[in-house]
């Protein structure tokens, strides 16, 4: 099993729908997550990061944490085309040396259509 | 303006010539990664530093080293270099002396060993 995973998709979301990513992982005991933005050539930016269950704002972008079923999504409201791109979802992981471990899943390309 | 800064952006080699990428944070962060970027695998961590006294492996150091002699700093070397480390590397920093903060990501190099 992976540490964190995701749907590669592509998903394709409706101009001015809401885009709906998902993200699972394996360690019961991560307790810091993120979702990074990254455009084809460039380099991850960070739209948000969570630590406790619930959900957490910021403007257009929700992110919710459910840790008992080991899930954090996003939601992205009212898409614009400048939201297409692959997100990354990345969980901080307790490793079995009891050091910190940041892992990202593989990415969803999210395309949304004008 | 707070930054992360690679170099060189891009660089076509050849197998067994020395290379290193410098990376350099204006943020006096204590956490400093490097990670690559490969189709389908996501982005995997080389290296990471704590501080200036703490380095250590990521999940995929073989073939490369690193240094942090001064907080600002922490370059990554390729003392001989093979075609499977064509790639694409970033270097990223975080308050903290641990992954559970968010990453600032440099712009990247685009690494090509022929």
């Known amino acids: 099993q992976k540490e964190v995973e995701q749907n590669s998709g592509p998903l394709s979301v409706p101009e001015g729908a809401i885009a709906s990513l998902n993200c699972t992982y394996s360690?019961?005991?991560?307790?810091?997550f993120f979702w990074y933005r990254q455009y084809s050539g460039k380099s991850p930016e960070l739209i948000m990061f969570?630590?406790?269950?619930g959900d957490k704002e910021d403007g257009r972008f929700t992110a919710q944490l459910n840790k008992a079923s080991q899930y954090v999504s996003l939601l992205i409201r009212d898409s614009q085309p400048s939201d297409s791109a692959t997100y990354l979802c990345?969980?901080?992981?307790?490793?079995?040396?009891?050091?910190?471990?940041?892992?990202f899943g593989t990415g969803t390309r999210l395309t949304i259509i004008p | 303006e707070a930054q992360v800064t690679q170099n060189p952006r891009y660089l076509i080699t050849v197998t067994g010539k020395k290379l290193t990428v410098t990376c350099s944070q204006n943020?006096?962060?204590?956490?400093m990664s490097w990670y690559r970027q490969d189709p389908g695998l996501g982005l995997r961590q080389i290296y990471y530093?704590?501080?200036?006294?703490?380095?250590d492996k990521g999940d995929v150091p073989e073939g490369y080293k690193v240094s942090r002699k001064e907080k600002r700093n922490f370059p990554l070397i390729l003392e001989s270099p093979s075609p499977n480390q064509t790639s694409l590397y970033f270097c990223?920093?975080?308050?903290?002396?641990?992954?559970?903060?968010?990453?600032?990501f440099g712009d990247g190099t685009r690494l090509s060993i022929l």
């Open positions: 969570i630590y406790s269950n």
């Open positions: 990345a969980v901080n992981i307790l490793t079995n040396f009891g050091n910190e471990k940041l892992t």
């Open positions: 530093s704590m501080n200036v006294e703490v380095t």
């Open positions: 943020m006096n962060h204590e956490y």
């Open positions: 360690d019961r005991g991560s307790q810091s």
């Open positions: 990223a920093s975080s308050s903290g002396q641990s992954s559970n903060q968010p990453q600032h």
